[in-house]
């Protein structure tokens, strides 16, 4: 079974960092492009960031650019958000799919996200 698990969530003070992580099994992400989302209570979903299978092509909503990125290792078959210069607006669950912004066909759990002073 394709799997995703995310990890990493945690509670951090308005302009903290914090990197999560995204691990896959039962198959290997190099073969797909990955992306972020994170959802607010009862909204829908928002993409936040994708990656290409190549490493290197990379893509951001405007609402976290130049504040998250992304990357992924391979060889652990995992990927990772690293988020900086956090607000309380970027509270939220963070799930990683496989997939784009637009299609996707598996999503992990997520691993919540809470700015606060």
């Known amino acids: 079974e394709d799997q995703l698990v995310e990890s990493g969530g945690d509670m951090v003070q308005p302009g903290g960092s914090l990197t999560l992580s995204c691990t896959a099994s039962g198959f290997t992400i190099e073969n797909y492009p990955m992306a972020w989302f994170r959802q607010y209570s009862n909204n829908h979903p928002e993409w936040l960031s994708t990656s290409q299978p190549d490493g290197i092509s990379t893509a951001y909503a405007d609402s976290v650019k130049g504040r998250f990125t992304v990357s992924r290792d391979n060889a652990k078959n995992t990927l990772y958000l690293q988020m900086d210069s956090l607000k309380f607006v970027d509270t939220a669950l963070y799930f990683c799919?496989?997939?784009?912004?637009?299609?996707?066909?598996?999503r992990g759990q997520g691993t919540q996200v809470t700015v606060s002073s």
């Open positions: 799919v496989r997939g784009t912004r637009n299609a996707f066909n598996v």
